[in-house]
């Protein structure tokens, strides 16, 4: 099909490009995301971003990632936290104050930051997936896709993958296809990742901003997830030490309602 003719020339072209330009974004794929973060409460819904480079990727909250670059930018220029909260406040809240980096800081291995009153961070090791091929097609953000079916930790994934993207890449922690995972839901029904929109632009990868994090184990993470989860002044107490005392509009204090962590991985 042309679209998929112009897109490989576009990568031919990119490459000779961009060979001696180090995370030079190559293209950049738009999800709208569905996550049950907990048992208690509704799905959210928000939109995602996956960037690639020729030899990593990012993937992050839209809006997030949005404002952490304006108060950057506001905070450079000698700016005041007043003036960073006006700079954002025409962007949506996030979701999800996270962050992915795949082959970060080295290949084989993934950074997971997350700003839990502080950001922390742990990196992993990539693990294979394996996938099957369900032979299904379907079109998604106007590219033709193929189905797979694949289990990481103990969860198994339905996604559709197109070659017309020809990097092995996806949302989330999902990768290992001979082209970009598109369409991806989790069989429990606990996370939907689905392409709205490829954009092809100049930017740089983003990269980890770890200068005041505090370094953890994914053990140690997923613990604070719970604890934060159960009852957030108790875990900011704990962790970070300090009362983060809040009331409600009529003066009584804040009761936090306990509510149970879900993770899509074992």
């Known amino acids: ?77 000698g700016g005041k936290f007043a003036e960073m909260m006006q700079a954002t406040s025409h962007i949506p809240s996030p979701l999800f104050q996270i962050y992915y980096f795949t082959n970060y800081p080295r290949k084989g291995e993934r950074m997971k930051t997350d700003f839990l009153g502080k950001t922390f961070y742990f990196t992993e090791k990539i693990e294979p997936i394996k996938w099957k091929l369900t032979g299904k097609d379907s079109v998604i ?59 092809r632009q100049k930017k740089k990868l983003p990269v980890p901003n770890i200068v005041k994090a505090i370094k953890c184990t994914r053990e140690e993470y997923r613990q604070m997830i719970i604890e934060d989860a159960h009852n957030p002044r108790e875990f900011t107490k704990k962790r970070l030490g300090y009362d983060p005392k809040g009331w409600n509009a009529d003066g009584t204090p804040i009761v936090y309602k306990p509510k149970t962590a879900i993770f899509l991985e074992d």
């Open 1 to 77: 099909p042309m679209k998929k003719i112009l897109f490989l020339l576009y990568f031919v072209n990119i490459f000779n490009i961009i060979s001696a330009q180090e995370d030079s974004v190559i293209a950049s794929i738009h999800y709208m995301s569905t996550i049950k973060k907990y048992v208690e409460k509704k799905a959210y819904e928000e939109e995602m971003v996956l960037d690639i480079t020729k030899d990593k990727s990012a993937f992050y909250d839209r809006w997030y990632h949005m404002r952490r670059g304006i108060r950057d930018s506001v905070k450079n220029a």
């Open 141 to 199: 953000a106007e590219y033709n896709c193929q189905s797979a079916v694949g289990t990481y930790r103990g969860h198994k994934w339905f996604v559709y993958f197109t070659t017309d993207i020809p990097f092995s890449v996806g949302p989330w922690k999902l990768h290992g296809l001979p082209g970009a995972i598109l369409y991806a839901k989790e069989d429990l029904g606990n996370a939907t990742f689905e392409a709205i929109e490829v954009r």
